[in-house]
C-alpha cells in the first residue's frame, strides 16, 4: 500500500508588526535565506503537492519566494482557521494527509514532519494531529489538554485557559497534520466566540473529539517549533543556526579557529581538512573543496574555491568567483566573476573583476583589471604562465597570451602576444646631481640665507 498523498498549507499572511518592517515577516532572512525558504526547503523531500502560501494583500514578494508553488490570499486577518479556509479552492478536491504550517517557524526538521504524517496515518486514524513541544516557562502558548487515554482532547489558547490549563506544560506548535478529506467541515464548525473574536485553527481538535474522531500529539524538541516574531527573536533564531551549523562543520572535519566568529550560509558546503580563521563570513552559493585554508577577516560569497587554495587574510570573493586549485588569493585582493587558474596568485592589493588568469599566472601587487567602461562590463583574459607586474592597469576588454610579462606600472589597452613584454607607461628621465641641489637650496632657505626673496634653486626662478 502506497502512502497517501500529502499536501502542505503554510500561513505567510502575518504582516509582522513588531518586526517595524515594511518587507512581510516571513521575507526576513536567516543565514541568507528567507524564513519562508526554511520552511519550503524542509517539505521539499516530502514530496508535498501542492503546496499553498497563504498571504495577505499586497504580499507579491511572497509570492515571488514560493512560486511556482501558488499563494492564496487571506483578505482579512481573522485568525488561523480563517487562513486555512483561504486555501480552500487550491485543495478542492484533495484527499489526503494536509500538513499546516507556519511560515514565521524556519526550524521543523523533515524528520519530524515525517513523524507527524506517520501518526496521522496509524490505526486509530486521527482526524488531526498537533506538534507540541514542553517548555519549562510556557508563556501565552496555547496548550495542549490531553484525556484519560493519552489522546488529544482540546487546544487552549492562553488567553481562555483557566489557571489549572496553564500550569500545562505541553504547548502547541500550531503545526498540524490533518486529515483532508475532514478538514474543511471541521473548519466550516469553528466560531469566534473567544477572547480575540478570531477563528482559531486549534478549535477544530474539540470539533472532531465530539464528533467521536480521535486527535493525537507528536512531540518535538522546542529549538523546532519556536516562531519568529520580533528582531530579538530573529536575532535568537540566526544564532540558533549558526550553532548547529558550526558543530556539523567541525563534526565533519572543518577546523574553526573561532567558531563563535564565523558565519556560514545556509547552503555552504565545505570540504574536509579545510580550516577557517576568525571572523569570515560565507555568502550564499559557496563551495569550498579540499584542504583550503581561509584565513581571517575574509568574505565570500557565490564562489567556488578548489582543492588546496588558500585564501586572505582580508580577502574578498564576490559571485562567479571561480578558484581553482592550489591557488593563492591573498590580503586585500578582490575577485568578481573571475576564473582563477590552478596554482595562480594573486597575493596583494588587486582587483580581479570579469577575468579569466590562467594556470600558474602571478598577479603583482595594485594590479586593477578595469572591466566597466560607465556603461557596460567587459571581460579580460590573461594566459598560463603570464606576469603581470605591480600596479599595472588592464582596460577590458583585453587578452594577454601566455607567458607574457607586464612591466610593473604599465597601463595596458591593447593586446599582448604570448611571451611578449608590454610596457605601457611614461618613459622614465634622470637629471644628474639635482637631488644634491635641491636639498642644499632647502638648508638655505631653511637657515634665511637666500636673499631677495626666495628661490627654489634649480632654475634661478624666484617664488
Known amino acids: 500500500m502506497t502512502d497517501p498523498k500529502t499536501a502542505a498549507i503554510v500561513l505567510a499572511a502575518g504582516k509582522g508588526t513588531r518586526m517595524k518592517s515594511a518587507l512581510p515577516k516571513v521575507m526576513h532572512a536567516i543565514a541568507g535565506r528567507p524564513m519562508i525558504g526554511h520552511v519550503l526547503a524542509n517539505l521539499a523531500p516530502l514530496g508535498c503537492d501542492p503546496v499553498v502560501a497563504v498571504v495577505a494583500p499586497g504580499m507579491e514578494a511572497v509570492a515571488r519566494a514560493v512560486a511556482p508553488w501558488p499563494t492564496a490570499v487571506q483578505t482579512e486577518q481573522l485568525g488561523t482557521g480563517h487562513a486555512v479556509l483561504a486555501a480552500r479552492e487550491a485543495l478542492a478536491g484533495f484527499a489526503g494527509d494536509v500538513l499546516v504550517l507556519y511560515g514565521d517557524t524556519p526550524f521543523i526538521s523533515t524528520e519530524t514532519l515525517r513523524r507527524l504524517l506517520a501518526r496521522r496515518r496509524e490505526a486509530d486514524d486521527p482526524a488531526a494531529v498537533v506538534l507540541g513541544m514542553r517548555l519549562a516557562d510556557p508563556g501565552e502558548y496555547g496548550r495542549l489538554v490531553l484525556g484519560r487515554d493519552g489522546g488529544l482532547d482540546a487546544i487552549v489558547e492562553f488567553r481562555d485557559a483557566d489557571p489549572e490549563q496553564r500550569a500545562i506544560d505541553l504547548c502547541n506548535s500550531g503545526v498540524m497534520a490533518i486529515d483532508g478529506r475532514r478538514l474543511f467541515d471541521l473548519l466550516d464548525r469553528v466560531g469566534n466566540a473567544n477572547a480575540k473574536g478570531e477563528y ?150 588587486a582587483y580581479i573583476g570579469d577575468a579569466s588568469v590562467g594556470e600558474g599566472t602571478n598577479i603583482g601587487a595594485g594590479t586593477i583589471v578595469c572591466n566597466y567602461d560607465g556603461f557596460d562590463k567587459w571581460r579580460t583574459e590573461i594566459g598560463a604562465g603570464s606576469f603581470i607586474g605591480s600596479n599595472s592597469t588592464l582596460v577590458a576588454p583585453l587578452k594577454i597570451g601566455d607567458g607574457a610579462f607586464v612591466a610593473a606600472g604599465s597601463v595596458i589597452t591593447r593586446e599582448v602576444p604570448g611571451d611578449a613584454l608590454a610596457l605601457g607607461r611614461g618613459r622614465q628621465t634622470e637629471k644628474p646631481g639635482w637631488a644634491a641641489r635641491f636639498r642644499a637650496v632647502k638648508q638655505e632657505q631653511r637657515r634665511g640665507s637666500a636673499p631677495g626673496g626666495k628661490s627654489n634653486g634649480l632654475t634661478g626662478k624666484k617664488d
Open 200 to 349: 482559531y485553527l486549534t478549535d477544530i481538535v474539540a470539533i472532531a473529539r465530539r464528533q467521536g474522531f480521535a486527535c493525537a500529539v507528536v512531540e518535538a524538541p522546542a529549538e523546532e517549533l519556536i516562531g519568529v516574531n520580533s528582531r530579538a527573536d530573529l536575532a535568537a533564531a540566526e544564532m540558533a543556526f549558526q550553532d548547529r551549523f558550526r558543530a556539523r562543520a567541525m563534526a565533519e572535519g572543518v577546523t574553526l579557529i573561532d567558531p563563535r566568529t564565523v558565519y556560514f550560509s545556509h547552503d555552504t558546503r565545505l570540504g574536509r581538512d579545510v580550516v577557517i580563521g576568525p571572523n569570515v563570513v560565507f555568502g550564499p552559493g559557496v563551495t569550498v573543496g579540499d584542504n583550503v585554508e581561509i584565513r581571517a577577516f575574509c568574505h565570500i560569497e557565490g564562489a567556488r574555491i578548489e582543492d588546496g587554495a588558500i585564501i586572505g587574510p582580508f580577502a574578498r570573493l564576490r559571485p562567479g568567483a571561480e578558484l581553482g586549485p592550489n591557488v593563492h588569493i591573498g590580503n586585500f585582493v578582490e575577485v568578481k566573476n573571475g576564473r582563477i587558474g590552478a596554482g595562480a596568485k594573486a597575493n596583494h592589493l
